[in-house]
T-cell receptor, first 114, second 114 residues
């Protein structure tokens, strides 16, 4: 089942903060976050593993609530370069057969204006 | 992270023909995957390319339509067979490095079928 991302789109001014949520109906082993700009391939941002810690670098961080099967991506003090479509990819690892297989959400379009 | 290249970067093909897409990585990787991204959509996993054995396909994708080879730990090909306009998409390979869980995408192959 495809994870559900919210919101579908968000518009910010430079310097504002945003939160993007990713929710799954199945138990998760890991959550991967990517940013994709128009005409380019998705770029890896970070991965959160079951039992792991909240991750972050620079002004982008993420959390993973295993019990709720949810992850959130936090973008603080947004910059113009943050614009793009953000995807979460979830991995279930049920019985080992889904190792490494990611199911992606529908994406969240983030637009940052000057 | 691994450096991934894909060939061709784009192509325009006639219906009924086949196209083989190559994915080359500059280091040995454990897992290689092939995804499809239709215009304006999210990413969908086609199959896992297993080194030395048959690929593992996801629901809705079959070997006759999307044959995959992976002769070694750094190279894989995806063939889109008997193409129709519905196959027009971006095809991306992704890799997961040895003993790491992060997955990185190649630059993609933009396919247009007329």
């Amino acid at each position: 089942q495809q994870p559900v991302q919210s919101p579908q789109a968000v518009i910010l001014r430079e310097g504002e903060d945003a939160v993007i949520n990713c929710s799954s109906s199945k138990a998760l082993y890991s959550v991967h976050w990517y940013r994709q700009k128009h005409g380019e391939a998705p770029v890896f941002l970070m991965i959160l593993l079951k039992g792991g810690e909240q991750k972050g670098h620079d002004k982008i961080s993420a959390s993973f609530n295993e019990k709720k099967q949810q992850s959130s991506l936090y973008l603080t003090a947004s910059q113009l370069s943050y614009s793009g479509t953000y995807f979460c990819g979830t991995e279930g690892r049920a019985g080992g057969t889904s190792y490494g297989k990611l199911t992606f959400g529908q994406g969240t379009i983030l637009t940052v204006h000057p | 992270s691994a450096v991934i290249s894909q060939k061709p970067s784009r192509d325009i093909c006639q219906r009924g023909t086949s196209l083989t897409i190559q994915c080359q990585v500059d280091s040995q990787v454990t897992m290689m995957f092939w995804y499809r991204q239709q215009p304006g959509q999210s990413l969908t996993l086609i199959a896992t390319a297993n080194q030395g054995s048959e690929a593992t396909y996801e629901s809705g994708f079959v070997i006759d339509k999307f044959p995959i080879s992976r002769p070694n730990l750094t190279f894989s090909t995806l063939t889109v067979s008997n193409m129709s306009p519905e196959d027009s998409s971006i095809y991306l390979c992704s890799v997961e490095e040895v003993e790491r869980y992060e997955q990185y995408f190649g630059p993609g192959t933009r396919l247009t079928v007329t």
